[in-house]
């Protein structure tokens, strides 16, 4: 976390009933919409939940058994959005990209023209490290008249995001990705075609965005806010408006960069996959992953993050987000290589 995220998250809560929190978020609002591009009358909605609330308030109120969704399925995060459809009973296909395997633009040709109404998308699935050309997908929703969602939960601020070049509708991320405060909020940026489809459904009661878009308009959420991550949010929020987007975003390539760079000297291996700049997914041919984890945790107090099911001993994520500088990655380069020697 970023000092001053620490010094905010460290002081008494206000009361937030008030016209001054609602002042407050409604300049939070201007800010994270300016820092999307969002496009005129998009509105935002700031939920208490982690990332997944949103995901799972975007597929309730967003989609219903009418629609047929397009799913991208290559990791975790993009399996999560497809449970979610099948919890609600929506209808959907998945684009399944296997391990390793990075999303091939000519296959995915293949759902052009099928009726599809609407492509769930994370921006960054997470557990891969994969980047999605959105750009190009935003182009496939606009060519099929279809409805673009994209969870940006690990890629905003990391990576490329531009509701209006992109063409995107909705847009969702959480508090404790990039933004590097507490878990428990998360944030949802919606476009006119998203707005027609509110109220819809109807399936949510404590994520029904009617009832945030209205109270939003004060600046207040219809449940208890997660107040002090608000509060810190503001103040980071500030500070990408005042650095631009575009800085926001190279600072994260720079970093990935650096990184990646000074892998190249170690055993190790990266996926020949486009990847995000939140984070670098690294393999290990020639030791265990979870003993490597498990030997930088104990000794060290560094954390890498471990991967799931059949990738536990193969790949670990190291992370780009947050308060990082080239110093963290040059001491994690040389633990890392003390392990590996060994
Ligand atoms: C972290 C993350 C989420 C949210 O996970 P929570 O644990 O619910 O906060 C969703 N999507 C992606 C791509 C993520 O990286």
Redesign the pocket.
């Known amino acids: 976390m970023y000092p001053e995220t620490l010094r905010i998250e460290g002081t008494q809560l206000p009361y937030f009933r008030t016209p001054e929190f609602g002042d407050l978020m409604k300049e939070s609002e201007r800010w994270f919409l300016e820092s999307l591009n969002a496009p005129e009358g998009a509105s935002f909605i700031g939920l208490t ?7 799972d308030a975007a597929v309730s109120n967003l989609l219903s058994e009418e629609d047929k969704v397009l799913v991208i399925n290559g990791g975790s ?1 993009g399996a ?1 959005f497809s449970h979610i459809c099948d919890h609600y009973g929506i209808p959907h296909e998945d684009y399944m990209i296997p391990f390793l395997h990075a999303f091939d633009r000519e296959e995915f040709e293949k759902y052009s023209g099928k009726e599809f109404t609407a492509l769930l998308v ?6 891969t490290g994969q980047l999605y050309d959105l750009d190009y997908l935003g182009d496939f929703c606009e060519r099929n008249g279809m409805l673009f969602i994209v ?5 905003y601020l990391a990576d490329h995001i531009d509701m209006q070049s992109q063409h995107i509708d909705a847009v969702l991320t ?1 508090s ?2 990039a933004l590097a405060l507490s ?1 428990g909020a ?1 944030l949802v940026c919606l476009g006119e075609k998203a707005l027609e489809r509110v109220g819809r459904g109807k399936r949510a009661y404590y994520f029904d965005f009617a009832d945030y878009l209205e109270n939003q308009k004060r600046g207040q959420p219809p449940f208890t806010s997660a107040v002090g991550t608000m509060l810190a949010l503001h103040e980071r929020l500030k500070t990408v408006n005042e650095k631009g987007i575009d800085a926001m975003n190279a600072l994260h390539a720079d970093r990935a960069s650096y990184f990646r760079s000074a892998l190249r000297e170690l055993p190790l291996q990266m996926p020949d996959i486009p990847l995000s700049n ?1 984070c670098t997914p690294v393999l290990f041919p020639e030791r265990n992953a979870t003993e490597v984890y498990e030997a930088l945790s104990a000794k060290y107090g560094i954390y890498l993050t471990p991967s799931g099911g059949d990738w536990k001993d193969i790949q670990l994520r190291v992370g780009h987000l947050g308060n990082l500088d080239t110093e963290d990655y040059d001491d994690l380069i040389e633990k890392l290589k003390g392990e590996l020697d060994q």
Do not use: I, L, Y
Not at 49 to 55: L, V, W
Not at 122 to 127: G, H
Not at 151 to 155: M, P
């Open positions: 939940s982690s990332g997944t609330g949103a995901m995060f999560r994370n921006a960054c699935d997470t557990s969870d940006a939960v690990s890629a959480a404790q990705k878990p998360a939140s």
